[in-house]
């Protein structure tokens, strides 16, 4: 079966460092996306982990480990722009991409 | 630019009625695909189109209709045999496979049965 975990709702401070944890159990697995969606609007590609290990984009960061089915994102100097959902979605190949139900992100000042 | 355009954005439909979702691409993306997004779960997979005159069904593809005429067109067909079609509707497009490259999602269409 497809299972994905990520906690419903994270609060964090302004300028704080937070990390979003997403556990995974997936028939096949090609590579694990995570996606932005602010309320009310589209979800907007953040990041693509293929190999293990942490890739760092400015601000953002993904850390994946295929053989603990777990992946992690890493907001950095966070903003009151970052309070948003937060959508972990492993790609299982072909036209398969498997979206968590997502985290709900609140930035307070 | 390019991107993906749904329309409308907001859109109510009695009960028993048929109703279209618009989607338009300018990406040159061959895939393109419908998902619905509900309070508290995951975005589900609706169709998906891999190239013109070609669709497949997801997961939830019931009571739903889609047709792929142009590569830039997707439109979706709420019927009346969705039981429950109130929802958040994305479209989304990428390159074949998606692959490393993700998807581009249009902006959404509000779906309210009244």
Known sequence: ?????????????????????????????????????????????????????LEEKGRFSSFLSRSKGYSYLLLKELQMKDSASYLCAPYTGGFKTIFGAGTRLFVKA | DGGITQSPKYLFRKEGQNVTLSCEQNLNHDAMYWYRQDPGQGLRLIYYSQIVNDFQKGDIAEGYSVSREKKESFPLTVTSAQKNPTAFYLCASSRTGQGNYGYTFGSGTRLTVV
């Open chain 1, 1 to 53: 079966g497809q299972n994905i975990d990520q906690p419903t709702e994270m609060t964090a401070t302004e300028g704080a460092i937070v990390q979003i944890n997403c556990t995974y159990q997936t028939s096949g697995f090609n590579g694990l996306f995570w996606y932005q969606q602010h309320a009310g609007e589209a979800p907007t590609f953040l990041s693509y982990n293929v190999l293990d290990g």
